[in-house]
């Protein structure tokens, strides 16, 4: 455990700093699908599922296609939102910091697969990225819950920006499909690789080895009968102390 007195004011607040923009660019991502989407269609990935008739009608996404969309997003949904048990019981083993970095080769490895765009009979690497992108971010965003213990008068405002940054992560693929619609898959998510090199050279130099120890504050408010002796005070703060 680590200290927050013994952590100079500035690391800790690019510490949390830190925290924060990997939170936004990387932790919930796929709740972004929504604006990422779009830009599936319109690059043709799962085209080959419409039929003629529908190729030759233009419609926009046909109903196999936008099936095989949507169970992308549940399927990795459901993984991200039941992966919070182990991933606790993970760092009570291994620690935040060796969750971050899980997490933050999961998530390589997500943009790196996800980038391929290869669907055959055997392999679809859209799918085993997306769900290597729902398996990371769950291991980035609550191994930095610890965080919070490193200013313990404003814990509550530092686990909100964290919280928050969570909340606000779809919108790298917002900005994908409003600002760059037109750019390939391929160069998009191989070049969001970035994020997640960063993260690992981050939690090597910056981030606290261990998880910040949680302070606690006392305060007494039990005092002695009147007369009392100097050994019943000191007995009184004692149980204090026990309790």
């Not at 080959?48 to 992308?72: H, P, S, Y």
């Not at 930095?144 to 313990?152: G, R």
């Not at 405002?157 to 940054?165: E, K, P, Q, T, W």
Request: charged residues 15%.
């Amino acid at each position: 455990m680590v200290r927050a007195s013994d952590v100079s004011f500035n690391r800790k607040i690019i510490q949390i700093v830190s925290a924060v923009f990997f939170g936004l660019t990387a932790t919930g991502v796929i709740f972004g699908y929504a604006a990422l989407k779009p830009v599936l269609v319109r690059q043709g990935v799962y085209r080959d599922l419409c039929t003629d008739d529908e190729r030759q009608a233009g419609v926009w996404v046909c109903e196999k296609q936008d099936l095989r969309l949507n169970f992308m997003f549940t399927l990795s949904a459901v993984i991200t939102n039941t992966i919070a048990l182990p991933v606790g019981m993970l760092m009570d083993r291994a620690g935040p910091r060796f969750a971050t970095l899980l997490g933050a080769f999961f998530f390589f490895c997500g943009n790196a697969v996800f980038g391929i765009g290869l669907e055959t009979e055997h392999i679809d690497t859209y799918y085993v990225g997306f769900v290597l992108l729902a398996l990371g971010g769950p291991l980035i965003f609550l191994s930095s819950f610890h965080l919070s213990n490193a200013f313990p008068k404003n814990s509550g405002l530092v686990l909100s920006f964290i919280s928050g940054a969570f909340d606000a992560s779809s919108v790298p693929y917002l900005i994908y499909n409003e600002v760059f619609p037109n750019v390939p898959l391929r160069t998009f998510f191989w070049s969001y690789t970035i994020i997640p090199i960063l993260l690992v050279i981050v939690q090597l130099t910056i981030a606290p080895k261990s998880s910040y120890e949680r302070e606690h504050i006392k305060h007494r408010h039990t005092a002695a009968a009147p007369g009392a002796s100097r050994a019943d005070e000191e007995r009184i703060l004692a149980d204090e102390d026990v309790d």
